[in-house]
């Protein structure tokens, strides 16, 4: 099981950017993908996660309104549109697969990606 993160960079406060996780080696179907990020001296955080089943999806109240998770099944690729970025948005954001349902954007996980860098800065 893999999952590949890509679209990070810098952008302006206001500013837009979409990540992209290309995950293999399962039945996309039938997994949960999430976004979680971690900001210099904090701890990792849920942002959301998407339930391939049913497209049902969950968010962090941090990025409620701001950030949009969807997935292409056929390209077995989740995104994570950000919108409204902040510079406390700043964070390597990883994606990560759960072999079950996800509940909440901070369900525990079983695969990760390496991460992919945000900066938000003028």
């Known amino acids: 099981v893999q999952s590949v993160e890509s679209g990070g960079g810098l952008v302006q406060p206001g500013g837009s950017l979409r990540l992209s996780c290309l995950a293999s080696?399962?039945?996309?179907?039938?997994?949960?993908i999430g976004w979680f990020r971690q900001a210099p001296g904090k701890e990792r955080e849920g942002v959301s996660c998407?339930?391939?089943?049913?497209?049902?999806?969950y968010y962090a109240d941090s990025v409620k309104g701001r950030f949009t998770i969807s997935s292409d099944n056929a390209k077995n690729t989740v995104y994570l549109q950000m919108n409204s970025l902040k510079p406390e948005d700043t964070a390597v954001y990883y994606c990560?697969?759960?072999?079950?349902?996800?509940?909440?954007?901070?369900?525990?996980?079983?695969?990760w990606g390496k991460g992919t860098l945000v900066t938000v800065s003028s």
């Open positions: 998407i339930n391939s089943s049913d497209g049902s999806t």
């Open positions: 080696g399962f039945t996309f179907d039938d997994y949960a």
């Open positions: 990560a697969a759960r072999m079950s349902m996800c509940y909440s954007a901070t369900d525990g996980m079983d695969y």
